[in-house]
T-cell receptor
Framework: IAGITQAPTSQILAAGRRMTLRCTQD?????MYWYRQDLGLGLRLIHY???????GKGEVPDGYSVSRANTDDFPLTLASAVPSQTSVYFC????????????FGPGTRLTVL | EDKVVQSPLSLVVHEGDTVTLNCSYE??????LLWYKQEKKAPTFLFML????IEKKSGRLSSILDKKELFSILNITATQTGDSAVYLC???????????FGAGTRLTVKP
């Protein structure tokens, strides 16, 4: 692995189902982030983690939860998916220091019917 | 409310043209402004700007920040079809992990 990987690449999900999007990085970055990208709205932060064991809410956290059990993995869970959660989801990571940019994974396209 | 506004929303040029993309912002506790290029999938990092008036340059791309007037520009000279992408501007704030993105400028470079 080099960089950030996300799985699945795409998924179609029935409303009400539970879904976990996976994100793994091998850069030993401290901070990790989940964004959703919707047409006309740009990227919006859902949740973040500054370091393993801590998480925080971003701009649009409702309906999503995250965990950070270790440095490498940062899964995003939709407990009961709704159609408004149809979006492209990007995971990102950074060193978490001032002046360190975020690097993005390839994204997961999620469709909730 | 904090906001990041990019203009134009879309732009079509021909190879060899020079383009200027704009990003204005209103945020509290500004730390830095970043530019990303997004083609098919993940946004890729271009520049991070923290100080006014200092140009960052990478090949045909350059960017500068004006912290007094609260904007940044991204210039691309001698455009090529491979420059076609959505260019995203984002602003980071001190003491806050909520990096705010603009909606992006979609650049199309025609042969």
């Amino acid at each position: 692995i080099a960089g950030i990987t996300q799985a699945p690449t795409s998924q179609i999900l029935a409303a009400g189902r539970r879904m976990t999007l996976r994100c793994t990085q091998d850069m030993r970055h401290n901070a990790m982030y989940w964004y959703r990208q919707d047409l006309g709205l740009g990227l919006r932060l859902i949740h973040y983690s500054n370091t393993a064991g801590t998480t925080g809410k971003g701009e649009v956290p409702d309906g999503y939860s995250v965990s950070r059990a270790n440095t490498d993995d940062f899964p995003l869970t939709l407990a009961s998916a709704v159609p408004s959660q149809t979006s492209v989801y990007f995971c990102a990571s950074s060193l978490g220091l001032a002046g360190a940019p975020q690097y993005f994974g390839p994204g997961t396209r999620l469709t909730v019917l | 409310e904090d906001k990041v506004v990019q203009s134009p929303l879309s732009l079509v040029v021909h190879e060899g043209d020079t383009v200027t993309l704009n990003c204005s912002y209103e945020v509290t506790n500004f730390r830095s402004l970043l530019w990303y290029k997004q083609e098919k999938k993940a946004p890729t990092f271009l520049f991070m700007l923290t100080s006014s008036g200092i140009e960052k340059k990478s090949g045909r791309l350059s960017s500068i920040l004006d912290k007094k007037e609260l904007f940044s520009i991204l210039n691309i000279t001698a455009t090529q079809t491979g420059d076609s992408a959505v260019y995203l501007c984002a602003v980071e704030r001190f003491g806050n992990n909520d990096m705010r993105f603009g909606a992006g400028t979609r650049l199309t470079v025609k042969p």
